[in-house]
């Protein structure tokens, strides 16, 4: 089994900056690509950012150039910075990481989930 700690979400101005951070941790033979999903009331579940093993990444148009995905391979660690924050970032946001047990399973986990709101 693998278990995802999320934190680092609040309540925060817009244009100010909170960064996320998700550790995995448990059975891990080695972790593939990571991301962050988030998922507004009303709205589906969408992808924010996501990062390969090669340290590859991607962005939703809405973020790019004000978040910043990273990741830490020795920590399990990834952690997502959003700066000049708007209110229609308000979301709770997800990790994704998708793990490989060693033995030829390959899974991807979901963190508990974290509020972001961004006050106007």
């Known amino acids: 089994q693998v278990q995802l700690v999320e934190s680092g979400g609040g309540l925060v101005q817009a244009g100010g900056s909170l960064r996320l951070s998700c550790s995995a941790s448990?059975?891990?033979?080695?972790?593939?690509?990571m991301g962050w999903y988030r998922q507004a009331p009303g709205k589906q579940r969408e992808l924010v950012a996501a990062?390969?093993?090669?340290?590859?990444?991607n962005y939703a148009d809405s973020v790019k150039g004000r978040f910043t995905i990273s990741r830490d391979s020795a920590k399990n660690t990834v952690y997502l910075q959003m700066n000049t924050l708007k209110p229609e970032d308000t979301a709770v946001y997800y990790c994704?990481?998708?793990?490989?047990?060693?033995?030829?399973?390959?899974?991807?986990?979901w963190g508990q989930g974290t509020q972001v709101t961004v006050s106007s």
């Open positions: 990062i390969t093993s090669g340290s590859n990444t």
């Open positions: 994704n990481v998708e793990c490989d047990n060693g033995l030829g399973f390959v899974r991807a986990y």
């Open positions: 448990g059975r891990i033979f080695r972790i593939n690509a």
